[in-house]
Each structure stands twice: as structure tokens, then as C-alpha cells.
């Protein structure tokens, strides 16, 4: 540090500690590769974490409780969203999805950015609650044949439920324009490099670090100073 700095009050590593965790909210139909790039993002980015939401669908056999979802009761559902203890909650395909509000706040209050698998129902209530936290990602695959054959090589589905999943994935799409950013996962390498670079941009917003603003301050006192002096 410069003897002209000694006046600042902040420094530039204060400041981004300081920084507000973001709420990046990825969206697709079923089938668009939203999955995988959220996995990838949770392991390349060491300050980002999952909202792991409630839901009450039943737990496929590739799932753990706590770690892709908790698994909880209609019952016991109803009841945390009747005493408002989630932040926004959808009911899709027959089963209730919710998103617990304590252990986000908790993160984005320590600086902690959190990412959210949700559909669109739930992004829409995100934006009335809390917009100016949220950063919103539209992925879609780059054709319905290849969304299709997605979905059939995951073989996680009955062609009942993928049939439904395509169904509601129709009136899904029309709300693209409704997302911050879009990305068409042609090339999973380059969807993911494009879900990154949103990430540390949108991290570098202003008003996303209200302390910068008193870091300029100090410099601007310190370049008075020196000036004023010269
Ligand atoms: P899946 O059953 O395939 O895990 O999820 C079905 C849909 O529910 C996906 O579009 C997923 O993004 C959405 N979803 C998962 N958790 C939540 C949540 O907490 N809130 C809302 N609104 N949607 C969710």
C-alpha cells in the first residue's frame, strides 16, 4: 500500500467481503442439460451453494435426502408454507416444491452466492419478493428431438412422466424472454462457460457491493490529499 492509501478507510478485499450473495436461478424444460451445468457450477465455484428445496415427490433412487432435496410429507408441507418459512413454492407435475427461507437468507447475508433449481412458477415469485437479488438463467436444449432423446437415455422416467415432462415444457418455453439470460446448450462446454461468466459478472455489479462505494471514497480523500499537497 501506497503511503498516499493510509487514509483509506476501506480496502478493495473488505469491500468484496462485504458483497451481498446473489440468487442465480437456472430454469429449463426437463431435458435441457440444467443438471448438469448446475453440478458443474456447485464444483468449479467454491462460493456457491445449493438451495436444496422440500418437496413432496417421491425420492428417485438416485437421490440422497438432504442433498438433492428433503423429502418431506404433504402434511408437513402445507404446514411450512402456511407459516410462511418458504420463500416461494410451486405444486408441478401433482407434487409441491418449495424453497426454504431461513438457510438462504443466512447465505446471501455472509456474502454467499446460492443457486436454485426452480421452475418458472417459483422464479416469477422470487422476482415479487426479492428482484434485486436474483440473476435468472434460461436454458434450453438446442432442438426437441435431442430434448427428447435426453430424456429417454436418462432413463429415470416412466413414458408416461416424460410425456407430461414434454408437455409442460410447451408452456414453459414461452416465458424465455422473462429470464435475465439465455442459453441454448447445444455444446455443454460452452453452456457452462456461459453460466460461469454470468456468475462473475453479475458478482461485480455495483449495487451488489455497497462497500466499493466507500473504498472510492478513501482513494479519492487519498488522491486530495496528494494533490492538494503537491
Ligand atoms: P424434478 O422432479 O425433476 O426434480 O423437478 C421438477 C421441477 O420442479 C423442475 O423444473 C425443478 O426445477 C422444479 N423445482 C425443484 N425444486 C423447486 C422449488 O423449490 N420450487 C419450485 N418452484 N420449483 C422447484
Given at each position: 500500500?501506497s503511503?498516499?492509501?493510509?487514509?483509506?478507510?476501506?480496502?478493495?478485499?473488505?469491500?468484496?467481503?462485504?458483497?451481498?450473495?446473489?440468487?442465480?436461478?437456472?430454469?429449463?424444460?426437463?431435458?435441457?442439460?440444467?443438471?448438469?451445468?448446475a453440478?458443474?457450477?456447485?464444483?468449479?465455484?467454491?462460493?456457491?451453494?445449493?438451495?436444496?428445496?422440500?418437496?413432496?415427490?417421491?425420492?428417485?433412487?438416485?437421490e440422497?435426502?438432504?442433498?438433492?432435496?428433503?423429502?418431506?410429507?404433504?402434511?408437513?408441507?402445507?404446514?411450512?408454507?402456511?407459516?410462511?418459512?418458504?420463500?416461494?413454492?410451486?405444486?408441478?407435475?401433482?407434487?409441491?416444491?418449495?424453497?426454504?427461507?431461513?438457510?438462504?437468507?443466512?447465505?446471501?447475508?455472509?456474502?454467499?452466492?446460492?443457486?436454485?433449481?426452480?421452475?418458472?412458477?417459483?422464479?416469477?415469485?422470487l422476482?415479487e419478493?426479492?428482484?434485486?437479488?436474483?440473476?435468472?438463467?434460461?436454458?434450453?436444449?438446442?432442438?426437441?428431438?435431442?430434448?427428447?432423446?435426453?430424456?429417454?437415455?436418462?432413463?429415470?422416467?416412466?413414458?408416461?412422466?416424460?410425456?407430461?415432462?414434454?408437455?409442460?415444457?410447451?408452456?414453459?418455453?414461452?416465458?424465455?424472454?422473462?429470464?435475465?439470460?439465455?442459453?441454448?446448450?447445444?455444446?455443454?462446454?460452452?453452456?457452462?462457460?456461459?453460466?460461469?461468466?454470468?456468475?462473475?459478472?453479475?458478482?461485480?455489479?455495483?449495487?451488489?457491493?455497497?462497500?466499493?462505494?466507500?473504498?472510492i471514497?478513501?482513494?479519492?480523500?487519498?488522491?486530495?490529499?496528494?494533490?492538494?499537497?503537491?
Amino acid at each position: 500500500m501506497s503511503e498516499a492509501q493510509t487514509g483509506t478507510v476501506v480496502t478493495a478485499d473488505e469491500a468484496e467481503a462485504q458483497r451481498r450473495g446473489l440468487m442465480l436461478v437456472l430454469s429449463s424444460p426437463s431435458g435441457a442439460g440444467k443438471s448438469t451445468i448446475a453440478r458443474q457450477l456447485l464444483e468449479q465455484e467454491s462460493n456457491l451453494k445449493l438451495s436444496i428445496s422440500v418437496t413432496t415427490r417421491p425420492r428417485r433412487s438416485s437421490e440422497i435426502d438432504g442433498v438433492h432435496y428433503h423429502f418431506i410429507t404433504r402434511e408437513r408441507f402445507e404446514q411450512m408454507r402456511d407459516r410462511n418459512e418458504l420463500l416461494e413454492w410451486a405444486e408441478v407435475h401433482g407434487n409441491y416444491y418449495g424453497t426454504p427461507s431461513d438457510p438462504v437468507e443466512e447465505a446471501l447475508s455472509q456474502g454467499q452466492d446460492v443457486l436454485f433449481d426452480i421452475d418458472i412458477q417459483g422464479t416469477f415469485q422470487l422476482y415479487e419478493a426479492v428482484r434485486p437479488d436474483v440473476v435468472s438463467v434460461f436454458i434450453l436444449p438446442p432442438s426437441i428431438a435431442e430434448m427428447k432423446s435426453r430424456l429417454h437415455r436418462r432413463a429415470e422416467d416412466t413414458p408416461d412422466v416424460i410425456q407430461r415432462r414434454l408437455k409442460t415444457a410447451v408452456g414453459e418455453m414461452k416465458h424465455w424472454s422473462k429470464y435475465d439470460y439465455v442459453i441454448v446448450n447445444e455444446d455443454l462446454q460452452r453452456a457452462y462457460d456461459g453460466a460461469r461468466s454470468i456468475l462473475r459478472a453479475e458478482r461485480l455489479r455495483r449495487e451488489r457491493c455497497p462497500a466499493i462505494g466507500t473504498f472510492i471514497e478513501g482513494m479519492v480523500e487519498d488522491l486530495r490529499r496528494e494533490t492538494d499537497g503537491a
